[in-house]
């Protein structure tokens, strides 16, 4: 028997598909330094976890389809701070802003739907319409001006009668870019004038190292009805595993398409958004501390990489990712390498593939993505080893 042709055409996760090799390295007894993937290592907040320890009920419960009304009505006030103005019956409690992804596509996409995205991009963007049978296609980016958005014509020259839809990801994974309140406002103009939807993740927005305002598609006016936007308290409260998002919709009919969905997996996680409301109540001082040491991080990682003979990598804007260009001519290659037959001193490093983050396999192959989610410490024998490995990697030949 065959499995279907969607699950042939899934592709892996870059950010994950090395695993096996890093937990075979680690049995070894080698230290892996994981820049591969964005969980933090800062404590979650204290209020977040006493929540947990208090909460105690009888029955755990499902919990409402679209989530917790106590929940939402406090994630209004929220987004207000953020000029976001909402009622609780726009917001939807999912499973991760993952989920909230796949179900703003499969409400709103149909198979052979057409979405843009800038390229490269979060890889799942692409897993989960290849999961709904909608088509990517793609507005490149460059690494050498910092992935910074092309001229608004090269978005319209992707539009054709099957588009439905614009992707974009602001502050950026995996780039780290941040949109300009011009780039905004194109899009606005080309979401308006071919009236598609706009999906929108924020999930970074805590993360802006600019003066550079943060510019919500939420904040666009004329296309109200258009934005659906998708969020996330994993990374702002170092919470990835409670798996709790939200898909926010001003749009009545999306909401109620998007409900079906939500009825059909029945609730979104009772625990995860106990821990996510308390979480809206962390102290301001937490997340200035969080802020000043991604900062430092973003900083320290940047400097000691360009600093490596061969590397370039641009300054990200936002979030805690960047996208890195090495010295090699294959960079799966590469990070498999360094999990399977490299240790310096009895350690390695595990980085993303670039090739996952873009829609053309041939993209990105001598880039990697990285995340500063390590302590300056790590980072920086992390950077000592990674240094180590394209040394020994380029003596041996493997470089084209």
């Given at each position: 028997m065959e499995i279907s042709q969607r699950a042939q055409n899934m592709p892996q996760s870059p950010?994950?598909?090395?695993?096996?090799?890093?937990d075979a390295a680690k049995l070894n007894g080698t230290k892996v330094y994981h820049l591969n993937i964005g969980q933090p290592d800062i404590a979650t907040p204290k209020c977040a976890l006493e929540a947990v320890q208090g909460f105690?009920?009888?029955?755990?419960?499902?919990?409402?389809?679209?989530?917790?009304?106590?929940?939402?009505?406090?994630?209004?006030?929220?987004?207000?701070n953020y000029g976001i103005d909402l009622s609780p019956d726009e917001i939807i409690i999912t499973s991760g802003g993952s989920e909230a992804i796949m179900f703003a596509y499969m409400a709103c996409l149909n198979p052979g739907d057409e979405i843009i995205v800038t390229d490269p991009s979060y890889a799942n963007y692409m897993a989960f319409a290849i999961s709904c049978g909608a088509v990517v296609k793609s507005v490149k980016t460059h690494i050498e001006d910092g992935f910074k958005l092309p001229p608004v014509?090269?978005?319209?020259?992707?539009?054709?009668?099957?588009?439905?839809?614009?992707?974009?990801?602001?502050?950026?994974?995996?780039?780290?870019?941040?949109?300009?309140?011009?780039?905004?406002?194109?899009?606005?103009?080309?979401?308006?004038?071919?009236?598609?939807?706009?999906?929108?993740?924020?999930?970074?927005?805590?993360?802006?190292?600019?003066?550079?305002?943060?510019?919500?598609?939420?904040?666009?006016?004329?296309?109200?009805?258009?934005?659906?936007?998708?969020?996330?308290?994993?990374?702002r409260y170092s919470e990835c595993g409670i798996r709790i998002g939200a898909l926010i919709t001003?749009?009545?009919?999306?909401?109620q398409a998007v409900m079906k969905f939500c009825q059909a997996r029945l609730s979104p996680p009772l625990f995860g958004q106990v821990v996510a409301e308390a979480s809206l109540s962390t102290p301001e001082e937490y997340m200035e501390e969080v802020y000043d040491e991604y900062l430092a991080r973003r900083n320290f990682l940047i400097d000691q990489l360009n600093q490596i003979p061969g590397v370039f990598a641009p300054t990200p804007m936002g979030a805690f990712y960047v996208m890195v260009k090495l010295p090699i001519d294959d960079a799966e290659k590469f990070c498999t390498?360094?999990?399977t037959d490299f240790?310096?001193?009895?350690?390695?490093?595990?980085?993303?593939?670039?090739?996952?983050?873009?829609?053309?396999?041939?993209?990105?192959?001598?880039?990697?993505?990285?995340?500063?989610?390590?302590?300056?410490?790590?980072?920086?024998?992390?950077?000592v080893v990674l240094r180590k490995a394209l040394e020994e990697y380029n003596e041996l030949g493997k470089k084209i």
């Open positions: 950010i994950r598909k090395l695993a096996k090799y890093a105690r009920p009888e029955v755990l419960d499902y919990s409402p389809s679209q989530g917790l009304k106590s929940l939402r009505t406090k994630m209004v006030s929220y987004y207000a014509e090269e978005f319209e020259k992707q539009i054709t009668d099957k588009t439905r839809a614009i992707l974009i990801c602001n502050p950026n994974n995996p780039t780290g870019y941040l949109y300009t309140k011009q780039e905004m406002r194109q899009i606005r103009d080309l979401v308006k004038k071919y009236d598609l939807y706009l999906f929108s993740d924020e999930v970074y927005r805590e993360f802006i190292y600019t003066k550079r305002p943060y510019i919500s598609a939420c904040h666009l006016e004329g296309i109200e009805e258009n934005v659906i936007l998708v969020d996330s308290v994993s990374k001003k749009n009545k009919q999306v909401r390498w360094c999990l240790s310096y001193e009895g350690q390695t490093v595990m980085m993303a593939p670039g090739t996952g983050f873009y829609t053309d396999p041939n993209e990105g192959r001598d880039q990697v993505r990285m995340a500063y989610v390590l302590k300056k410490e790590e980072l920086a024998k992390a950077m």
